[in-house]
């Protein structure tokens, strides 16, 4: 056996090669897709239940202004005063109504008793509100 020779060309077999392998990177690329997706949607979700159960001031003072019971002048007066104030810096026009009608209703406030509005200042408020956009 020691003549014999080990040394046999194999012309089938063939050496190894490297194989590229990027299922590591494809698994990295989809998660960072996936995670800014729901990142991007837990965003506008939150940021819609945030928006629809915000307060809206002027809605509610547009509310209460339609809502004012005129028949005790007094507390109309310093109602109307109040929540009309909201408005009042929508444009000049509101801005100028708006003093007007405060100065309409000076007569009905700072007293003990006072009579009910008469229908000249109910028509301002009726037309103040009338101008009302919310």
Do not use: C
């Not at 509610?60 to 109309?76: F, G, N, P, R």
């Not at 006072?114 to 000249?120: C, I």
């Amino acid at each position: 056996m020691a003549g014999q020779n080990f040394d046999i060309p194999l012309h089938d077999i063939k050496p190894l090669v490297e194989v590229q392998e990027y299922s590591l990177l494809y698994l990295i690329g989809v998660s960072v897709i996936a995670l800014v997706i729901f990142a991007g949607s837990l965003y506008l979700i939150l940021r819609w239940l945030k928006h629809r159960n915000a307060f809206n001031i002027r809605k509610e003072h547009y509310k209460l202004l339609e809502a004012l019971d005129l028949s005790d002048a007094k507390k109309a007066a310093y109602d109307v005063t109040f929540y009309g104030a909201t408005f009042k810096d929508d444009s000049p026009r509101h801005t100028e109504m708006y003093k007007n009608l405060v100065d309409r209703l000076e007569q009905y406030k700072y007293k003990k008793d006072v009579e009910n509005l008469d229908s000249e200042v109910l028509g301002y408020i009726d037309l103040y509100k009338g101008m009302l956009d919310v």
